[in-house]
């Protein structure tokens, strides 16, 4: 066995195997969950590998990756991967690994992408809007326009608070994630904040890959907000942003919405929770969206279910965009960066003829003062347009019973992970001793 082999452990060792006589077959034994304490460190300046030399990047390839089709789409599990490698030591423990492998946190994960996704798309467009003004005059139509904004972002912060709940309710399988443990007897809250603040700067990284690497820093503190209030917000604090203090009151009723309870510092609650207790028109059905079988669901909530339930593949072929999941996997490389494509192949003539093209609109488009759409770099994904919301139709005697089939999270992965967090703690105990 060479020194990487030994270094990323098989999948299959340590002995949690064994033969059945009954059946005439080897059967996989439960492996007894170890428990290692989370370090105690700043959470808040832990720094993700970036730059991953090419020796790294084909031993992740060759003992951690998914393994890939033929045919294969970008997924979560793939980002996750990516984080869990280029995250340091200090932070992976047997905990935050099962608790990224659980459905309610993949719900968590893909709703927070989905919000961030919406909110950087719509952010873009009130700038653009602010800026018309100075030469347009405002309508009655862009108040309807900036309404469906801040509802679509108002239903998707409800997405992310509803699965936010479940996982600090410690409901279900989540139980040993509680402050207070599985009996509920003792609150371990210094333990509880580390992991709280690992789990946040977690998310933020795996966010920031799936929307393609772009805006970190103000989805940095939009999460930070979203979690955390802007009074407590940490990352604000530290790098001295306030983003929200010079929007107009426009861009704050549709990028925060009105559902802001700041109160007292000490009864302050965070914007995720404000969502949920806001006295507005919400359908009750979102409430149990990828957990309860609704039948009769309008386009809007169907499409909302499609995006948290449904494998990345899917998306592909239903055209929509959940950030990079579920775009080819081809496009992208071993670190999920876009492979760029020059047109080296293009002659002479074809140049010389763009060129003389993009001459010409650059001139045209100095005399009108306007922007010339070739100049626009092509977007990773495209854009996501929500549908619009509509009446409940369908009447309930009582309330729905059927279960929706749960995200089967790959085991396979969490294997690996689990086995390469216990030979990195077990080396480097060793290195100690």
């Not at 030399?53 to 990516?82: A, C, N, S």
């Not at 009655?140 to 409800?158: A, G, M, P, Q, W």
């Not at 996501?384 to 790959?410: A, R």
Request: glycine share 4%; with cysteine; net charge positive.
């Amino acid at each position: 066995m060479d020194e990487d082999e030994d270094y990323y452990e098989s999948l299959y060792e340590n002995g949690h195997w064994a033969w059945s006589d009954e059946d005439g077959q080897l059967h996989d034994l439960p492996e007894s969950q170890k428990s290692y304490d989370l370090l105690p460190t700043s959470v808040a300046n832990l720094e993700f590998k970036d730059d991953v030399d090419l020796l790294e990047q084909q031993r992740f390839r060759k003992y951690l990756q998914r393994k890939t089709e033929e045919i294969d789409f970008v997924t979560l599990q793939d980002v996750k991967d990516i984080v869990l490698f280029t995250a340091p030591t200090t932070i992976l423990s047997p905990s935050l690994i099962c608790l990224l492998h659980n459905a309610t946190m993949e719900r968590f994960l893909r709703s927070l992408i989905l919000f961030v996704q919406c909110y950087l798309q719509i952010s873009d467009e009130m700038s653009n809007r602010t800026l018309e003004l100075e030469m347009k005059v405002r309508t009655e139509n862009s108040d309807k326009i900036e309404l469906k904004f801040r509802e679509d972002l108002e239903d998707l912060r409800l997405l992310v608070a509803k699965e936010y709940c479940i996982i600090i309710l410690g409901e279900g399988s989540l139980a040993k994630y509680h402050h207070m443990g599985v009996n509920k007897r003792r609150s371990l809250s210094k333990k509880d904040a580390v992991f709280f603040e690992t789990l946040v700067r977690v998310s933020i990284q795996i966010v920031w890959i799936a929307v393609g690497r772009k805006s970190y820093n103000q989805i940095d503190v939009e999460v930070n907000r979203l979690f955390k209030s802007e009074i407590f917000n940490s990352t604000a604090h530290k790098f001295k942003i306030n983003r929200y203090k010079h929007m107009n009151s426009r861009e704050r009723r549709v990028l925060l919405g009105h559902c802001l309870d700041q109160g007292q510092k000490l009864n302050t609650r965070s914007p995720l929770s404000n969502e949920i207790f806001c006295h507005r028109d919400v359908d009750f059905r979102q409430f149990g969206l990828g957990t309860v079988k609704y039948p009769g669901l309008s386009r809007r909530l169907l499409t909302f279910e499609i995006l948290l339930t449904q494998p990345e593949k899917r998306l592909a072929e239903l055209g929509l965009s959940l950030g990079i999941l579920g775009l080819p996997r081809s496009r992208f490389d071993i670190m999920l960066r876009e492979i760029k494509t020059s047109l080296t192949g293009a002659s002479s003539s074809s140049a010389f003829s763009r060129h003389s093209i993009a001459h010409r609109a650059s001139r045209q488009s100095r005399m009108s003062g306007k922007s010339v759409a070739s100049a626009v770099p092509e977007k990773l994904y495209p854009d996501l347009y929500l549908p619009e919301k509509s009446e409940i139709t369908t009447e309930y005697d009582s309330f729905p019973k059927g279960e929706k089939s749960q995200i089967i999270c790959n085991k396979g992965q969490r294997s690996r992970w689990l086995k390469f967090v216990a030979i990195r703690r077990k080396n480097k105990m060793a290195v100690k001793k």
